[in-house]
């Protein structure tokens, strides 16, 4: 069996930025962030063709934000510097689309995925186990830009202590491959195993204590749950009516979630609300040609300016106007050939579906430009792309 060393060594820098990311979501305590992506970058520039095929999806980003600051300049409007060039940053991993066919993305975050849930669980019990422990990281995560948000909360009237991980979103591919392969992997003894790993998963995603997070495992649950019911033959005309109900359940909770006007984020984000639509009101030409890229609007949510809330899609809109479509256009991008696979592979099903998650889940979290954001279109491009073996491939 020959050994591509020049596809294991891309594949370690890919895991090894992948793991940090993950791990340091906010660059705040490895800072390494940066090091192996411009290490990545240039190993791909000098042992890998680049897929031109993806060039015009970087240049249409990297245009809209560029005429958003143009049209911010005419407009006179103030244009926060470190927020601009954050945002270049932040769009800046989206030249690895120009490799991504050569890697495996979704398999090579499994385990940093796995690392991650770990880790998670040992802070919440050593946080829950003793308050010195708890003031310490609380202390610690509030210094290194609150990579970990550690929130008392009550939802539906349940008090629960949570700590939200920064990275929780780049997680899900990870959980769904973790999910599947404990319902379709070969042998009883990996069965167990990936049991063990889904638990871990569930576990970590509950202690989140955020809407999304903690129901994103019921969410897969319920795609793994579909895909195996196809297969049983007139069983699943009964069962598909309980999987049904379930997932009524969870919509139903979802709804419940959202309408607590008194819960304090909540609350947040409806003020952010009714102050886009003051501020589309007094200016109605924003929708059609933007704010421009990072400038700042008053918000009730806060009581203060801002260059951005939770609300990404409608942040696109006030930062871009019309021009955000072409924005949206790249991140749908994907689903065509997703959608494509779907339909002759389980496994693909799946991974539609939890790209469509994340889409859903960015639109009230601020997760399309950040590291995170990154890494699931990276993984949405790549599996699309990826011409290796299919993933559904039981092992």
């Keep these: 069996m020959t050994i591509d060393l020049r ?4 594949n370690a820098l890919f895991f090894l930025l992948i793991l940090v990311i993950m791990l340091d979501p906010t660059n705040t305590v490895l800072h390494l962030k940066d090091v ?3 290490l990545l970058v240039g190993y791909n520039i000098v042992c890998f063709k680049p897929d031109w095929k993806f060039l015009p999806h970087i240049c249409i980003v990297f245009a809209v934000v560029t ?7 005419v407009q006179q409007n103030t244009v926060d510097g470190e927020r601009l060039l954050g945002v270049y940053k932040s769009i800046a991993p989206l030249v690895l689309l120009l490799w991504v066919r050569y890697y495996d993305v979704l398999r090579l975050s499994v385990v940093p995925a796995v690392l991650t849930c770990l880790l998670i669980v040992v802070l919440y019990v050593m946080a829950s186990a003793s308050e010195s422990y708890e003031y310490a990281m609380y202390v610690f995560f509030s210094e290194h830009n609150d990579m970990v948000m550690m929130t008392q909360r009550s939802f539906l ?3 629960l202590f949570g700590m939200y991980y920064k990275s929780f979103v780049s997680l ?9 392969q404990s319902a379709y992997a070969c042998s009883r003894w990996k069965r167990v195993g990936y049991w063990l790993l889904s638990l871990l998963f569930f576990v970590a995603f509950l202690m989140s204590g955020t809407r999304g997070t903690m129901l994103l495992p019921f969410f897969m649950v319920a795609v793994v749950s579909f895909s195996l019911l196809k297969g ?3 069983m699943r005309y009964v069962l598909y009516p309980l999987l049904l109900l379930f997932a009524l359940f969870v919509v139903g909770v979802i709804l419940l979630l959202a309408s607590e006007t008194e819960e304090a984020s909540n609350t947040i984000k409806y003020a952010h609300i009714a102050s886009y639509m003051k501020l589309f009101s007094d200016h109605p030409l924003y929708l059609l040609i933007g704010q421009g890229t990072a400038t700042s609007f008053y918000t009730e949510g806060l009581r203060r300016m801002m260059t951005e809330t939770e609300w990404s899609y409608v942040e696109l809109v006030r930062n871009y106007g019309v021009l955000s479509l072409l924005i949206v256009a790249v991140l749908l991008y994907p689903l065509k050939t997703l959608w494509a696979q779907a339909r002759r592979d389980d496994f693909a099903m799946g991974v539609l579906a939890t790209y469509v998650a994340y889409l859903l889940v960015a639109g009230t979290n601020p997760l399309l430009f950040s590291s995170t954001g990154m890494l699931m279109i990276w993984i949405a491009y790549s599996y699309s792309e990826y011409t290796a073996q299919p993933l559904s491939s039981h092992p």
């Design 7 to 10: 596809q294991q060594t891309g």
């Design 36 to 38: 192996f992506f411009i």
């Design 67 to 73: 005429i958003g600051y143009l049209m911010a300049e």
């Design 157 to 159: 009237g349940i008090p």
């Design 172 to 180: 899900s591919f990870g959980m769904y491959f973790v999910f599947y």
């Design 232 to 234: 049983m033959g007139r």
